[in-house]
T-cell receptor
Framework: DTEVTQTPKHLVMGMTNKKSLKCEQH?????MYWYKQKAKKPPELMFV???????INESVPSRFSPECPNSSLLNLHLHALQPEDSALYLC?????????????FGPGTRLTVT | GQSLEQPSEVTAVEGAIVQINCTYQ??????LSWYQQHDGGAPTFLSY????GLEETGRFSSFLSRSDSYGYLLLQELQMKDSASYFC???????????FGKGTTLSVSS
């Protein structure tokens, strides 16, 4: 099973809402990633979790809060977002953070902030 | 820091061969990955070159020259379904995260 799942597929939220994105993998991977992708742009790294510990935070605003409850799950909590945060949010995993050249991506959550 | 340069667009016809180039400048280099992303879809891993030379996987091949800081993805016997964005990517200096190039949009016509 080489699948990474993400829910929801689409999300529309107001600037005062709180919502969460979820990501799950059952490949036994120990590194998980959150990316943000705008149209016609490459994925932009936000966070890296390695063995359930946050190892990289790419200076992401605090209105994005990641959480890794266990080795299979990754959440991204959203609060007080801005319209410019509208994007495709991709979750990915790799066997290990030292093997991050080969990542498996989920289908993404398309987020619209109104 | 890391930067990867690739052409923004490439067009070709079905059955043709196309080469997508990637040049990189990195403060530490481990190897070059390639990803494919269809419109509205997720990036999918295609290949990784850690050593110089050509790696072949079916219709797709990837090449790396460390001395020239250069790599390419070669797509043969192009099909309409190959129309997608292709990203080259390299690991950061710590080797723990991928930095992507800006992507090349490949359009295959009949």
């Amino acid at each position: 099973d080489t699948e990474v799942t993400q829910t929801p597929k689409h999300l529309v939220m107001g600037m005062t809402n709180k919502k969460s994105l979820k990501c799950e993998q059952h490949m036994g991977h120990r590194a998980m990633y959150w990316y943000k992708q705008k149209a016609k742009k490459p994925p932009e790294l936000m966070f890296v979790y390695s063995y359930e510990k946050l190892s990289i935070n790419e200076s992401v605003p605090s209105r994005f809060s990641p959480e890794c409850p266990n080795s299979s799950l990754l959440n991204l909590h959203l609060h007080a977002l801005q319209p410019e945060d509208s994007a495709l949010y991709l979750c990915a995993s790799s066997q290990d953070s030292q093997l991050s050249y080969e990542q498996y991506f989920g289908p993404g959550t398309r987020l619209t902030v109104t | 820091g890391q930067s990867l340069e690739q052409p923004s667009e490439v067009t070709a016809v079905e059955g043709a061969i196309v080469q997508i180039n990637c040049t990189y400048q990195t403060s530490g280099f481990y190897g070059l990955s390639w990803y494919q992303q269809h419109d509205g879809g997720a990036p999918t891993f295609l290949s990784y070159n850690a050593l110089d030379g050509l790696e072949e996987t079916g219709r797709f091949s990837s090449f790396l020259s460390r001395s020239d800081s250069y790599g390419y993805l070669l797509l043969q016997e192009l099909q309409m379904k190959d129309s997608a964005s292709y990203f080259c990517a390299a690991l950061n200096q710590a080797g723990t995260a991928l930095i992507f190039g800006k992507g090349t949009t490949l359009s295959v016509s009949s």
